[in-house]
């Protein structure tokens, strides 16, 4: 008889029938029916011990018993919050979600995740099978039972990050869960899981993450105003983070709160994956001058968002705001691995260094800047450079905005493929779960 422990290594469906899933049509559209899910649902009770053993590095191996890692130490970590004001997050997340606690002791100060990490997660680890069965055993819909797994992660991890949150009056310790990547087109859809979503992980410290798609600008903004605190996904333009901090400003502002202290936000601009696509571009050019700017574009661009960020929070319109506790709407520096070998493993979190900001980091770069990183302010330090290089690109034919645009578009399509991949290795999961209780 098959048992739940061997399901993790059935084959992985690379969709799933949209149609298998229960839906609501009071729901938005794509999006699952959290009716289904229980509305008391709450983290484990948490203990902050975990077992001390030796590893050689920062990472998280997701497993089903045992957390890793040794006590912490001061780190560089430490020092690039301490000094320099930018909070290092982790940009993974996977059960047990206590191998969290080396990298809280070593200076990680919250937690991103997406469609893609979830799907890694649970569809290569046993931690997940044992209440994936209970959910099926009870009847639940492969999409329901996905976002409960969800959600027991993302509370769990709320409550190993509360004291941070609590010590920095809501500033920093979130954990960031992204609503279905199926309503990256959907504005009001957006809206409704969004709440949702808010509503059922209930805990203070979580970031609820929209993309930011054109249909999706004017959700961010109803969400702000409903007070609930958003991270702004998948940036690639200045064009479109210009559009995300006023969708941030407008919010504040329609939300009629006198106390807006609590209502939060970070901007996920990404880094790495604008040199992917501009080296590529660089390459075809030929010239001596496009490929001389190979590796260049994405810092660059970069540091033109933090320079743009100085000047949208400051002045009348935002000094108004702080009057009532408003806070800044951090950048959050993203897709920070390093793609291509021959560069530097910390080339997108060394020249990104600035107060006021965050940098999710994977296992890849965290342990690399945790290693060799120096902890200086650079993000503002060659604002020129920055510009000419800007401005050769363009001079080349490059338009940023359509740049910006493709890889919106990969990145939103990723998401979606991750998405299904994983309902449809759940789906394989029940499957065998009902063939071997009969």
């Keep these: 008889m098959a048992t739940i422990s061997n399901l993790a290594n059935l084959p992985r469906a690379t969709c799933v029938d949209s149609k298998s899933s229960s839906s609501s049509s009071v729901l938005p559209r794509s999006f699952v029916n959290f009716r289904a899910l229980n509305a008391k649902l709450s983290s484990s009770q948490l203990s902050l011990r975990y077992n001390q053993r030796s590893i050689p590095s920062l990472s998280v191996r997701c497993s089903v018993s045992g957390g890793n890692g040794t006590a912490g130490k001061r780190t560089t970590l430490h020092d690039l919050y301490e000094k320099e004001g930018q909070s290092p997050w982790y940009d993974n997340l996977c059960r047990p979600v206590t191998d969290l606690l080396p990298l809280i002791a070593r200076g990680v100060r919250g937690v991103t995740s997406n469609p893609a990490i979830f799907q890694k997660a649970i569809s290569t680890s046993n931690a997940y099978n044992d209440q994936f069965r209970t959910l099926v055993e009870s009847g639940k819909d ?5 976002w409960e797994l969800v959600v027991k992660d993302i509370q769990d991890a709320c409550k190993l990050f509360e004291p941070i949150y609590d010590q920095t009056e809501g500033a920093d310790g979130y954990v960031s869960v992204e609503v279905s990547p199926r309503l990256a087109d959907d504005t009001q859809g957006t809206v409704e899981a969004a709440k949702y979503l808010s509503k059922v992980v209930n805990r203070r410290n979580v970031y609820i993450k929209i993309p930011a798609t054109a249909p999706c600008i004017p959700s961010i903004r109803d969400v702000i105003a409903a007070g609930i605190s958003v991270n702004v996904t998948l940036i690639f333009s200045i064009a479109r983070y210009e559009a995300v901090i006023d969708a941030y400003l407008d919010g504040l502002e329609a939300s009629g709160l006198d106390d807006l202290s609590r209502v939060t936000s970070v901007a996920s601009f990404f880094v790495s994956r604008v040199d992917t696509l501009m080296d590529k571009m660089l390459e075809q050019i030929g010239t001596p ?37 408003a806070k800044k709407q951090r950048l959050l520096w993203a897709s920070t691995s390093v793609k291509n070998p021959a560069y530097s493993d910390t080339l997108y979190v060394a020249p990104l260094i600035g107060p006021d900001t965050v940098s999710t980091m994977p296992d890849q770069a965290l342990e690399a800047f945790a290693d060799h990183g120096i902890v200086k302010r650079t993000i503002d330090a060659n604002v020129s450079e920055a510009e000419g290089i800007y401005s050769a690109l363009e001079k080349l034919g490059i338009d940023w905005n359509k740049v910006g645009e493709q890889l919106e578009d990969e990145g939103v399509d990723s998401f979606k493929k991750s998405f299904e991949s994983l309902l449809g290795t759940l789906q394989d999961k029940a499957n065998t779960l009902k063939l071997a209780s009969h």
């Design 142 to 146: 492969i999409e329901s039972a996905y």
């Design 289 to 325: 001058e496009a490929l001389d700017l190979r590796g260049k574009a994405a810092v660059a661009q970069a540091a033109l968002a933090y320079k743009l960020y100085q000047q949208k929070f400051s002045g009348p319109r935002w000094e108004a705001l702080v009057k009532k506790g």
